[in-house]
């Protein structure tokens, strides 16, 4: 069982900053890939932002140039770095891990996190 913990959510002035971070804990041989997605009122989840074990990043067009995804492999650690931010960013973001667990014979896991809530006001 892996568990993903965000933080860093918060309320934020239009053009500020936030650092949002997910932390897994548990059984974890591998995270192959993580990423954030998000959540507003009455709107579908959306992809954020994802990162594979090798590094490469893929970000949706509208936080493209603003936002920065990254992790820590040695904490098991992904972070969002959210600059330049807008009113319409306001959501609760979620993160997302998939990779293996230590168990015998090893599995892979999906696991998402309880979300953190980024309030941007105008």
């Known amino acids: 069982q892996v568990q993903l913990v965000e933080s860093g959510g918060g309320l934020v002035q239009a053009g500020g900053s936030l650092r949002l971070s997910c932390a897994a804990s548990?059984?974890?041989?591998?995270?192959?890939?993580a990423g954030w997605y998000r959540q507003a009122p009455g709107k579908q989840r959306e992809l954020v932002a994802t990162?594979?074990?090798?590094?490469?990043?893929n970000y949706a067009d509208s936080v493209k140039g603003r936002f920065t995804i990254s992790r820590d492999n040695t904490k098991n650690t992904v972070y969002l770095q959210m600059n330049s931010l807008k009113p319409e960013d306001t959501a609760v973001y979620y993160c997302?891990?998939?990779?293996?667990?230590?168990?015998?014979?090893?599995?892979?896991?999906?696991?998402w996190g309880r979300g953190t809530q980024v309030t941007v006001s105008s």
């Open positions: 548990g059984s974890i041989f591998s995270i192959n890939a």
């Open positions: 997302n891990a998939q990779g293996i667990v230590t168990t015998n014979p090893r599995t892979t896991f999906d696991s």
């Open positions: 990162i594979l074990s090798g590094l490469s990043t």
